[in-house]
C-alpha cells in the first residue's frame, strides 16, 4: 500500500558502533513494524547504485566509500504516513541540526556519519526496498 511503508538502512558507523539493537528499538517503540530485514555489505559499485541521483553531487564519492565500507542492516518499515513520520523521527540530515531526541541527534557523528537512511518519497520508498529485498522477502 503506497503511503506505508519506508525504507531505513543503519548505516556503517552505527552499525560497527554496537547501536544498531537500540536503534531499532526506538524504531519500534515509535510504532513501525518491521516488513523485512537484513544485514550486508555494499561494494562501492551497489553503494554507487543505490545512490545514483546523488552522481554529481560533490559528496557522492565519499557517500559512496563510506557506504561501501562495512556492514549495513537493511530494513523495510510499516506504519501510517511512513515516509514523512519516519524523516521527522530520523531529524535532519545534518545530527548537528537534528533535534534532540532523534536518531540521528543521539547516534549520528557528522553530515556523513548520520547512522541512518530514511527514504525521501513513497517512490524512492518502493524503488530502495526493491533494491534489496524481493517480493517473497517483502511479505
Ligand atoms: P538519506 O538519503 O541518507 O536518508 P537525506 O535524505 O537526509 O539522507 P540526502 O541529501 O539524500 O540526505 O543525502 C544522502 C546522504 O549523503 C546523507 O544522508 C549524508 O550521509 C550524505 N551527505 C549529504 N550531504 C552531504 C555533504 N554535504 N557532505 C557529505 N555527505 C553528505
Ligand atoms: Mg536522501
Redesign the pocket.
Given at each position: 500500500m503506497t503511503g506505508t511503508i519506508t525504507f531505513t538502512?543503519i548505516?556503517p558507523s552505527a552499525f560497527s558502533a554496537g547501536y544498531t539493537g537500540n536503534i531499532l528499538a526506538k524504531i519500534e517503540a515509535a510504532g513501525y513494524k518491521i516488513k523485512a530485514m537484513k544485514k550486508i555489505s555494499l561494494s562501492k559499485e551497489q553503494a554507487g547504485h543505490f545512490?545514483e541521483m546523488?552522481k554529481e553531487?560533490?559528496?557522492y564519492e565519499?557517500?559512496t566509500n563510506?557506504m561501501s565500507s562495512g556492514p549495513i542492516v537493511a530494513a523495510i518499515l510499516e506504519k501510517e504516513n511512513a515516509v514523512e513520520s519516519f524523516?521527522k523521527f530520523?531529524g535532519?540530515?545534518d545530527p548537528a541540526k537534528a533535534d534532540e531526541g532523534t536518531i540521528r541527534k543521539l547516534y549520528g557523528k557528522n553530515?556523513?556519519?548520520?547512522a541512518?537512511?530514511?527514504?525521501?518519497s513513497d517512490e524512492s520508498a518502493q524503488r530502495e526496498a526493491g533494491f534489496f529485498f524481493s517480493f517473497l522477502e517483502m511479505v
Open positions: 538502512m548505516k545512490y546523488h553531487r560533490p559528496f565519499e557517500l563510506f524523516r530520523i535532519a540530515t553530515l556523513s556519519e548520520n541512518v537512511h530514511g527514504s525521501d
